[in-house]
């Protein structure tokens, strides 16, 4: 297989390549290098551009006919939900003026296949145990918004010539596949706390009076390298054809901010104390996802715990040059 990667040298991105690579597929990244990493790909071929940009459609389209590109996985983003509502024009033009030229590219040059990163933010705040992916969307900020659209971008290419695509879900993704290939964001929870924990401070929890068991929200954290491997049978799965073009990516398990808080504990051999403060604005208590689907069609399961979650983010995390 040839497999083109936008946002290839990202922290998830990174992470299929690696998978790709080792199984002996060509891999080209498209990366702009804002947040992704040269070191992180290895020996694949780097185009850096920014996947949204008007002259990126030329370089994306000669990409795909140099390297004979069979299918392509579309990570290349903007993923802070606070700044996407802070600049919702700048994510509308980078998530789906990115994913236009993509699609544009792929049409243009007979490329049928395409995985696509979305986000359990298409949700919102589904008041349910399990999410289902067929329960209805309705996403509370622009990110979010960016992410369904996307969906929905596939599926019209899909009907206007024939685009296969595989829509992923992710939920809370965290940990580490390999040190090198760590997430160096400080912007979810468990780098927010290692951050906290290595200047001094004491780790904050949001909300301690959510209608939860220990009145912390709850999320399902899925590693890294399982969802990694979800693209693996995502892509292979298009070519089977699927009965469904979106899937959860989650692990069907849900943890409390104060489980995590003891994993990190654990892990970190910290002993300081959290501090509770208020909720924050827009969380849901409850996130989990409903895995039947992509475990029947695609035949993927998480296989990774919590504590391995922590534990691989926390020797990356050390590990940071
Ligand atoms: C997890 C839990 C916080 C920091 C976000 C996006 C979502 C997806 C993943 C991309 C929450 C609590 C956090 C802290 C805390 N992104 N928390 N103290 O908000 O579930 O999901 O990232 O697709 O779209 O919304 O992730 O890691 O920010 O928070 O108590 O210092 O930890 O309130 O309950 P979230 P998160």
Redesign the pocket.
């Known amino acids: 297989m040839s497999v083109l990667v936008t946002g290839g040298a990202g922290y998830i991105g990174s992470h299929v390549v690696r998978l790709l690579q080792q199984r002996g597929d060509d891999v080209v990244v498209v990366d702009d290098l804002t947040n992704g990493v040269r070191e992180r790909i290895g020996d694949a071929v780097l185009v850096p551009a920014d996947v949204a940009a008007d002259e990126t459609l030329p370089v994306l389209e000669s990409a795909l006919r140099e390297h004979a590109v069979d299918s392509i996985i579309h990570f290349a983003a903007k993923?802070q939900?606070g700044e996407s509502v802070q600049r919702p024009a700048f994510y509308w033009k980078q998530n789906v003026g990115g994913l236009a030229n993509v699609l544009t590219a792929a049409e243009n040059c007979g490329v049928g296949r395409l995985v696509f990163s979305s986000?359990?933010?298409t949700y919102g705040a589904p008041d349910v145990d399990l999410v289902r992916e067929d329960g209805g969307n309705s996403p509370i900020?622009p990110?979010?918004e960016t992410?369904l659209v996307g969906e929905w971008m596939a599926r019209a290419a899909g009907r206007a010539w024939g685009l296969r695509s595989a829509n992923l879900r992710?939920?809370?993704?965290?940990g580490a596949g390999w040190d090198d290939l760590s997430d160096t964001a400080v912007?979810?929870?468990?780098p927010?706390?290692f951050s906290?924990l290595d200047a001094g401070r004491a780790?904050?929890?949001?909300?301690a009076d959510y209608p939860t068991p220990d009145g912390?929200?709850?999320?399902d954290y899925v590693h890294v390298l399982d969802l990694a491997e979800a693209h693996l049978a995502a892509l292979d799965g298009l070519d089977r054809g699927l009965e469904h073009d979106v899937f959860n990516v989650g692990t069907g398990t849900g943890s409390s901010?104060l489980e995590?808080l003891a994993e990190i504990r654990t892990a970190t051999g910290s002993t300081v104390e959290p501090e509770l403060?208020e909720?924050?604005p827009?969380?849901?208590p409850k996130?989990v996802a409903d895995v039947s689907r992509i475990e029947q069609e695609l035949g993927w399961t998480a296989k990774k715990s919590l504590s391995d979650i922590v534990s691989s983010a926390w020797r990356g995390w050390r590990s940071r040059g």
């Open positions: 993923k939900v986000s359990a933010a900020n990110y979010g992410k992710y939920f809370n993704v965290a912007l979810n929870l468990v927010i706390v906290a780790p904050v929890v949001f909300g912390t929200c709850i999320r901010v995590v403060r909720r924050r827009g969380d849901p996130l």
